[in-house]
């Protein structure tokens, strides 16, 4: 294929696919959260608009995914925002808990 | 992981476009007829004469009570009953459905449906067809797959057309330009520029149809995290969501109860509406205490108006939730999933909603063949990949070959024995092994012939069609014409339609064969002897 990368394996592909397909979930699902729990509005409603978002959230990061230069700092800023972004939902639940 | 953005997006829209794209183009096709599949069922069940535009007020109220007591008398035990009293056009017929009693062991039942003769109360006599709705059912549900299998391949294939269609507008240089540029029989440049002008004229359509796709998942748990991580995984609560987009549950009593006449609570219902057309009833749990009994409208989303009640009591349990609902993305989702079914489509906007649902089919289609044709060498002896090969023969077999699969569903319709053993099961395997057949007949002849001869034959398929129905019932085009009857005339002159551009495509095909061959032979022995 033309004007891909030297270096680009099989192997490279398949990690980008994997990245794109469970990165990009985690990390549509994870900004889905933080809106739930962050927005002034009620839970039901928060609920359904983080799901309607999770589809084009997931797409954006897919396109991240294939058009990022390297692998390795794509992968680390992807896994790590959905991570800190987990983490932040889940300390906003407790808060709203206690 | 190209040198620039655009050249990674054309990589993206390529990949998740190919991957796929016989499976998309099946759901394009089914989920397309699926905005005539009343018309189909109308079609597909000859002996029983429409009803449609006859059914209104006291005519209702009496199919109503047909329909209460011949459930009452077949099915009085079902976990739920339906009724479509002859009113809409989604149901044309007065027709009974039921779910019948859960097994021992748990297992679901199939659910059941059949047509009264509104004259009469009793089951009309129509052969046993799945008909339209079967084929339309099979666009998510993919058929042979068991349970939810089939949503969840359907919605990620949807997923993967969402990206295609995402990263196909960003991978465009000129998309206005394009859409103005058609170069016709430039070979790989006219498949890019049909691509291209099927895509862009449409693009608000299939980003429609394929986002509202997405959101038909939404009562599927596709997105769990955001559903159970947003009610901190409390399941009591989650049952809260499915309670607001169901509506509230009623728990069976366990208890005989008697059920009121429901034409009463019908019009009990209707009497507040503007639009006192009825679209369906359901009732839950007959035959207990707790029954509830749901009369649905007509209208589209908020517009359509609910009322359900307690069965035996006639208490007044929910109403009309989609309007009070304050949740403007609840209202999005809703306007969607009816966006989606268009349902609310009168004559013109359901040809439109056809014609763009086709015009989607062929770019999926004109998508993949381009791929194949890019690849095109220009030496005729050069060798393929086995990549390539396989996706040229699952081009003809899918895109030529499930439409004669469909064709062959029709077919079987009217030419298997009406008392054959399991009708309805035959006719789609009759589809299936047609296309199985397809799969076959492509992977044993060469790429031109496969797609001369599968164009042929699904011009047979087609033009015949017609024929065959004329031969075998007395709704053949001449009577139908006759009587203005344009629903059953409709689909025989869409048939024709079909099987005239099917074999306009096939003659343009086997003459520019014919064309190529006498030039290409010389051109290659000079290669070849340049080369050796």
Known sequence: ?98 | MFSSFRQSMTWLHTWSGLSLCWLLYFMFVTGTLGYFDSEIDLWMTPEVPSQFGKGSGSTTLTNITLAQSKLEEIAPDAQRWFISPEAARETPRLTIGWLPKAGEDGTQPQFQNRILDPATGEFATARETGGGQLLYRMHYLLHYLPGRMGYWIATFATMLMFIGLISGVIAHKKIFKDFFTFRWARGQRSWLDAHNLLSVSTLPFQLMITYSGLVFTLGLFWMPFVVLGGYGFDMQRVAGLQDVLRGPVVERAEAPGTLLPLAELTQTAIETWDDKSLRILIVESPGDENATVTVQGAGVGRNRPTAKYMGVSGELVDESREISLPNGALHFALASVDLHEGIFAGPFLRWLYFLAGTMGAAMVATGAIYWVESRRKKDVSATYSRGHRFVRKMNVATIAGLLVAIGVYFWANRLLPIDFEGREQWEVHCMFLAWLGCFAHASLRSHEQAWIEQLHLLAATFVLLPVVNGLTTDMGLVHTIGRGDWTIAGFDLTALATGALAFAAARHLAHKGEEQRPIETPITLTEHTAGS
């Open chain 1, 1 to 98: 294929m033309s004007g891909l990368k030297s270096g680009r394996t099989r192997w490279h592909i398949t990690a980008r696919v994997a990245l794109a397909t469970i990165g990009g979930y985690l990390f549509a699902n994870a900004i889905a959260l933080v809106l739930v729990f962050s927005l002034p509005i009620d839970r039901l409603h928060g609920v359904v608009l983080g799901t309607l978002l999770t589809f084009p959230i997931w797409v954006g990061a897919v396109m991240w995914v294939f058009s990022a230069e390297r692998l390795l700092p794509v992968t680390c800023k992807l896994l790590g925002s959905s991570v800190l972004m987990l983490g932040a939902s889940a300390s906003l639940y407790l808060l709203e808990a206690n």
